[in-house]
Structures are given as structure tokens and as C-alpha cells.
């Protein structure tokens, strides 16, 4: 360390005159000192030779992890039809991914219009004694007038509780009413809060949409996994074009999830 208490000592010492004086010091502790210049004016000045301490300097250093996952997500994979036709069946894994596509934009029409019509309500699912029906098939479904729907469920009367269960929960903001056999169903206004209500509705037919892609996805890649007298670099190629398709059908429903955000609560 620099012997501060002599330099300093030197200072007070010379404080009542004005003075300069460079010289040499050859001390031993002060060895890499070349020059130093004293001067009694308000600022003093002490000039270090180069071999001084540099100053030091607060550098912020940033993580690239951000960076380097945007600069993944960037890559593009080619999809390669015909290698993976040689690997997986590609049609079949395709039209199982557009079908649950499909899927979701009938549920949209059917499920997600701003006025209840009875034709929005035919295809609701009823689950009776264990078995899956349509609503359509238990009942019949008249429109009375511009603000009430009539389900006559004389036909089935014991599928009445379900019936009641699976419109209140179809999500289309219902709430019959029942009288004997028959219900009735008053048509909601369309409000803003039943316009948010039904797109909330269509985010969770989207995030279904998703899963079930997902799960066509991951059942190919493990046919991929299974497959026996392939590479792994070509097992690995095929796995990650299977994720592109996946991707493309996933990021056609999200176009299709906001056009319908649009429709129900573009407007006011």
C-alpha cells in the first residue's frame, strides 16, 4: 500500500507557501510511484505514473439467456414431407390435427353466438345414464318468440335434470326455466358482460383445441421413439417437424380464437 500519511505530512508541512516540486521516489514502499506533483491551490493534484491502480469502473453485465431463446424461437424448420412420410403417417397425423380444428370452429358457431337460437342449442351434449346425447335427440326445440326458447322434453321426461345440467353449463349464459316437461329458456340482452363471458368461453375451446393437437403430436413423436432402424439424428429431425405441423394448426386456431375476440367484444 502507498504511504498516504507521508504525502500527506509533506502537504501540511508546505500549506503556507505555494509551491511545485516534482521529484523522484525511489522508496521502497512507494515503488510505483514515478512523479508526483504537489501544489498547495485549492485543487490539488497528485499525477500517478501508468503502473498506478487503474480506476475502477461499474460495468453492468447483461444475461444473453433472453437473447439467445428470441434468437431460438426465430430458427424456421422446413418440413420435409417426404421424410417424414417414410417415418410416420403424415396425411393421417395432419387430418387428425385439422379435425380437432374443425371441431372447435363448429363449436364457435354453434356455441359462441350473441343471440341464442335454437339451433345453438341442438347440438348441446346430455349425459344420461352414462351415455352421451344431443340435446336434439331427447327433446323438441321450438323458438316461441324473439325472447324465448321452448324445449318440450315430454319424449324423455327422466332426462329433464340433465338436460337442465348440461344447458346451464354449455356456457352460452342460460337459464331455463321448468314447467311440467317443458322448459323455457329466455334469451339474455347481449351486454358487455355477456359478450366477456363468451369470450372467455372461446379461450377454453381454444386451449381444448391446443391440448388435443398436443396430444396427436406426442403420440407421433412416440411412434417416432418406438421406431426401430432409424437414426437418431433423423429420429430428432422428424420429432421437431412434427412439432412445426403442430405449431402451424395451433397458430391457425389462435387466429381464429382473435377474430372471435373481435366479434363478441370489438363492440360495445
Known amino acids: ?20 516540486c516534482s521529484r523522484s521516489l525511489s522508496i521502497a ?25 487503474p480506476s475502477l469502473q461499474p460495468i453492468r453485465h447483461y444475461a444473453k439467456g433472453k437473447d439467445r431463446k428470441k434468437e431460438k424461437g426465430k ?9 417424414l412420410s417414410e417415418t410416420i403417417n403424415i396425411e393421417m397425423m395432419k387430418n387428425q390435427m ?9 363449436e364457435f358457431i354453434r356455441h359462441l353466438s350473441l343471440r341464442s337460437t335454437s339451433g345453438s342449442l341442438e347440438m348441446i351434449p346430455v349425459n344420461v345414464d352414462g351415455k352421451e346425447h344431443t340435446l336434439q335427440e331427447l327433446a323438441q326445440i321450438v323458438r316461441k318468440n324473439p325472447k324465448t326458447i321452448v324445449i318440450n322434453m315430454s319424449i324423455f321426461p327422466q332426462a329433464i335434470p340433465a338436460a ?3 344447458i346451464e353449463k354449455s356456457g352460452m349464459n342460460l337459464n331455463p326455466q321448468q314447467d311440467g316437461t317443458t322448459l323455457f329458456i329466455p334469451i339474455p340482452k347481449v351486454t358487455k358482460e355477456h359478450r366477456e363471458n363468451l369470450a372467455k368461453n372461446a379461450k377454453q375451446l381454444f386451449v381444448k383445441c391446443k391440448d388435443g ?10 411412434q417416432v421413439k418406438r421406431k426401430e432402424g432409424i437414426s437418431q439424428d ?11 405441423v403442430a405449431d ?13 375476440r373481435d366479434e363478441l367484444i370489438g363492440k360495445d
Not at 502507498?2 to 508541512?13: G, K, P, Q, S
Not at 506533483?37 to 485549492?42: C, F, H, Q
Not at 393437437?213 to 412416440?222: D, L, P
Request: net charge positive; aromatic share 6%; glycine share 2%.
Open 234 to 244: 433423423l429420429a430428432r429431425s422428424v420429432e421437431t417437424q412434427i412439432v412445426t
Open 164 to 166: 337442465l345440467k348440461a
Open 98 to 106: 385439422q379435425r380437432i380444428l374443425e371441431q372447435m370452429k363448429d
Open 29 to 53: 514502499n512507494l515503488n510505483c510511484l514515478k512523479n508526483i506533483t504537489l501544489n498547495t491551490e485549492p485543487h490539488r493534484t497528485w499525477d500517478f505514473c501508468k503502473r498506478t491502480s
Open 75 to 83: 430458427v424456421k424448420v422446413e418440413v420435409n414431407e417426404t421424410q
Open 1 to 20: 500500500m502507498y504511504n498516504f500519511r507521508a504525502v500527506l505530512h509533506a502537504i501540511t508541512r508546505q500549506s503556507s507557501k505555494q509551491i511545485s
Open 213 to 222: 393437437i398436443r396430444e396427436v403430436q406426442t403420440k407421433y413423436i412416440k
Open 248 to 260: 402451424g394448426f395451433i397458430s391457425q386456431g389462435e387466429q381464429i380464437l382473435e377474430s372471435k
